[in-house]
């Protein structure tokens, strides 16, 4: 469909001409530093942060939003560091949004990390721009809790903490019966003595326990270790503390220790089907498109027990486990074409941050549950959306191309248009551009976030294009287009509406 091209030249001039770039005329940033170089209230009762970090997360938490922008670039200006940024607004909102329910105005923390990784992909100084966002964001999720009763992490109660060679089994134990002052105070002893790999072993497996909240429990496991892991984990303690006291969150049930609710039921199942699979490695294991296609097929219809038990028949014959994330990834972008909104856009959310624990995770058993709870959850996904309203008849693997016009910069810009006014259309075309050619895609990632730059109004759009243009590269080579396709059913296009980011920061550089 396309002649042969360089692509050093077509990133060129894909950044340097056409509508998308246009859109994004960020050279008022040339007076910040590039990221990569690197007022006190009266005390109040709060989880205490390092001393270092401490007076620029108050200036977050206490500088009202309308002043916010023009603070932070002031301390930009001084020399604050893009590390000591993400750092702030992460652990202001650690410590100053309650975690419950796993969404909603706790978005303010797990934004930071699609935001961080947005920012690692964009050019040198527009870096800036999806934290500024962030801060930005984190304001109004703060004045939501404040309307929400005020919540606010308070100190661990010192004495109360376990003895650190119990900690691990005290942990355990309250997590199982949803004991929240146990888990609290276990979780705070294990932050100061047991590595970051030690304490995440166990989160990994909690994250995927139950479907309440709609995967956020998974996907906050997954943004706190990664944002970690670039803050620090000397700042570990309130971040770990939060992290369980959010998969605590019962969502208005019973203690579920004691009860057999539908949200916990595919975990208890799951851990009986763990000895009917073995180890991952114990056996030769062969890559199959047609696998990722049966499971796609069992999915599109399967109870959640069937799709798990789906997932155990595979790898009961050999099947390698690219080939089943394969098909749960699928699956995940078909549900978003089939019906566009909040719950198809964390059935790809949920499903990147599973499949970043499966990768992370050093336990094979718990890369095995986490595969089985993965099938089981996009089941629950559908059956939620139904109950929003019909599915469409898309089917990923049937979608055709549509007819390009042009070169492949020309191509992108017609791609982009059209997300504005038809999304299978846009989708259609993406396939045409992708397929066969991997190279393609980098640039369309390019164009992808400077328009959420511009034109991004809520944390899902950030979390969102993290998570696809991620997992683009986490299936595998046949089915890449296809999923790049889906894409286009939640990323912005030049038609739609502009945020004020852009003009509150150019007002705020002057300023200063």
């Known amino acids: ?273 763990l000895a009917d699979i073995g180890p991952l490695w114990k056996q030769r294991r062969r890559l199959a498109p047609e696998a990722a296609l049966d499971l796609l097929e069992t999915l599109r219809s399967a109870s959640p027990s069937d799709g798990s038990a789906k997932v155990v028949e595979l790898l009961q014959k050999g099947i390698h486990p690219t080939s089943i994330w394969d098909g749960l990834f699928l699956m995940a972008g078909e549900l978003i074409m089939r019906q566009p909104g909040i719950i198809g856009i964390h059935c790809v959310t949920s499903t990147n941050a599973l499949h970043f624990a499966y990768q992370t995770s050093a336990c094979d058993e718990t890369r095995r549950l986490l595969m089985l709870q993965t099938a089981a959850f996009l089941p629950m996904f559908r059956q939620a959306m139904m109950g929003r309203g019909k599915l469409a008849d898309v089917r990923i693997d049937r979608v055709e191309k549509a007819e390009l016009t042009g070169d492949p910069r020309q191509a992108l810009e017609e791609i982009f248009a059209t997300v504005s006014k038809d999304r299978m259309l846009a989708a259609r075309k993406t396939l045409a551009l992708m397929d066969g050619n991997s190279e393609r895609f980098p640039p369309l990632v390019t164009a992808a976030e400077r328009l959420i730059f511009s034109k991004g109004h809520d944390s899902h759009d950030y979390k969102f294009s993290s998570a696809a243009l991620e997992d683009y590269y986490h299936v595998s080579a046949p089915w890449r287009a296809r999923y790049a396709a889906s894409s286009m059913f939640n990323l912005k296009g030049t038609g739609d509406r502009d945020n004020n980011l852009i003009e509150r920061t150019r007002a705020a550089l002057a300023k200063t």
């Open 1 to 273: 469909m396309f002649d042969p091209f360089d692509r050093r030249r077509f990133v060129t001039r894909s950044l340097q001409a056409g509508v998308i770039a246009a859109l994004g005329d960020f050279s008022f940033l040339r007076g910040l530093p590039a990221p990569a170089a690197d007022n006190d209230k009266a005390t109040r009762h709060l989880v205490p942060l390092r001393p270092e970090i401490e007076p620029l997360v108050r200036l977050i938490e206490d500088t009202p939003r309308s002043q916010l922008m023009e603070r932070i670039v002031a301390e930009v200006r001084k020399g604050t560091s893009y590390e000591e940024l993400l750092s702030a607004v992460f652990l202001a909102g650690v410590r100053g949004i309650q975690p419950r329910p796993v969404g909603f105005k706790f978005h303010a923390v797990l934004v930071i990390n699609s935001a961080h990784l947005a920012s690692l992909r964009a050019p040198d100084k527009e870096r800036w721009l999806p934290l500024f966002w962030a801060i930005d964001n984190f304001k109004n999720s703060q004045k939501a809790n404040s309307e929400q009763g005020n919540w606010r992490m308070e100190p661990a109660e010192e004495s109360k903490l376990p003895p650190p060679h119990r900690a691990k089994q005290r942990f355990i134990e309250a997590m199982d019966d949803w004991d929240e002052e146990g888990a609290d105070r276990a979780i705070t002893m294990l932050a100061r003595t047991a590595s970051a790999e030690q304490v995440y072993e166990l989160f990994w497996r909690y994250g995927c326990r139950d479907f309440r909240d709609i995967g956020h429990k998974a996907i906050y496991a997954a943004n706190s270790w990664r944002t970690l892991q670039a803050i620090g984990w000397r700042h570990a303690e309130p971040v770990v503390r939060s992290l369980a006291y959010a998969m605590l969150d019962r969502g208005g049930n019973d203690n579920p220790a004691e009860h057999d609710y539908d949200a916990d039921r595919p975990f208890r199942e799951n851990q009986k089907r």
